[in-house]
DNA sequence: AAACATACGGAACACGGTTCCGTTTTCCAA
DNA sequence: TTGGAAAACGGAACCGTGTTCCGTATGTTT
């Protein structure tokens, strides 16, 4: 059965589209400030709105997140094919690539902790980020084990899980993130 | 039979010492079934307490956590100097020890997660299971790098933080907790 | 301007951790 | 054996967060 609403009964109203921007601009702001675990009545208030507002442009937590770094994470994907053909060796690309990603996640407090957790809110979050990141990752994969400079048959899927999990609690004064990724990405070397 | 004991002001009561050992128990299934972070109501209700108990004798949910798996910890620090001498070189102990370790965290639902936590109460777990493992490793760390076979100067501490979170999300489908820690034992390979 | 869909606010609820205090149990000493 | 002080107990009450719900307000269309 084809029921064919029509086509563009209302269109959204005026109040709406500006919530949602300034709702977009609190979270940012207070993830900056607490991590992306900021109270959502935090974030309301920031926003000069209710809570129930939040819930009504942005389901769950992750939606939210998933708006505000979105053009971050778009930005990091896209770079991928480019560090390809900008890098000496497929492998280099991959580690500047890996590099990339591992400085977005470490700024954003949280984020990385967010990313694994097995909530089911979460599993917007999960998809977007590895739908999107996990190509990228497998071509630079691919590219360099086709080169021979790496072991074949890496998942890239595992590879981001674990990069993502190196991240956490990268703040920490006697961690170090970059260090352990850097021990990944030696490790990856054919040998 | 009266007990030998010294003029202390009161010994510990009975009840207080049964529902000690009923509460680890008692924790000890709830995490089993639900996780470290089964919920402090529950663990009362099996070991047929109220919940004041539990925080009379275990403040902080670390301080069940450690008394539960101490035994289990033990058991890896001391691990540690046997698997150096019955190993052929230092990098294979250092690598089965960290397999064991690996193996003991992966069966823990949770722990993983919970020991990187920068929540104030964790301290204490985090204080435990570092204090006691990170100079077992670091000794490890120290005859494989003498002899030649890793990168010098790796810090133990760094390394069983990220150890730690290789583990996370490790009873997820699609990850391989192991299969990346392997790749960090192979990047602490000196080439 | 009236009518109606859309969106809003925030009170109310759910849930888990934590505290507090009146009551009960244990132990010691007389 | 027993009186009573100290130790320990139980669980109601409290707090902070996430989430839902519905009466009200706002924007849009005719």
Redesign the interface.
């Known amino acids: 059965m084809t029921d064919t609403q029509s086509g563009a009964p209302r269109k959204q109203r005026a109040d709406s589209r500006r919530n949602e921007t300034a709702l977009l601009e609190a979270a940012a702001a207070a993830f900056v400030a607490s991590g992306v675990n900021a109270p959502v009545r935090d974030i309301a208030a920031r926003a000069g709105v209710g809570v129930g507002t939040i819930y009504r442009h942005f389901p769950t937590r992750a939606d939210l997140i998933v708006a505000v770094y979105r053009h971050q994470v778009e930005a990091c994907a896209e770079a991928g094919p480019a560090l390809l053909t900008t890098s000496a060796t497929p492998h280099a690309a991959l580690a500047s690539w890996i590099h990339l990603f591992v400085d977005f996640l470490v700024t954003k407090h949280g984020l990385a902790e967010a990313m694994?957790s097995?909530d089911a809110a979460f599993q917007t979050l999960h998809a977007y980020f590895l739908d999107r990141l996990v190509p990228v990752c497998a071509e630079l994969l691919d590219a360099a084990s086709t080169a021979g400079e790496i072991i074949p048959d890496m998942?890239a899927?595992?590879?981001m899980?674990?990069i993502g999990?190196?991240c956490?609690?990268a703040d920490?004064p006697?961690?170090?993130?970059r260090?352990?990724v850097?021990?990944?990405?030696?490790?990856?070397?054919r040998?």
Chains 1, 2 share one sequence.
């Open positions: 694994r097995d998942d899927l595992v590879l899980h674990g999990n190196l956490i609690g920490s006697d961690y170090d993130a260090l352990m850097g021990l990944v990405i030696a490790g990856l070397r040998r």
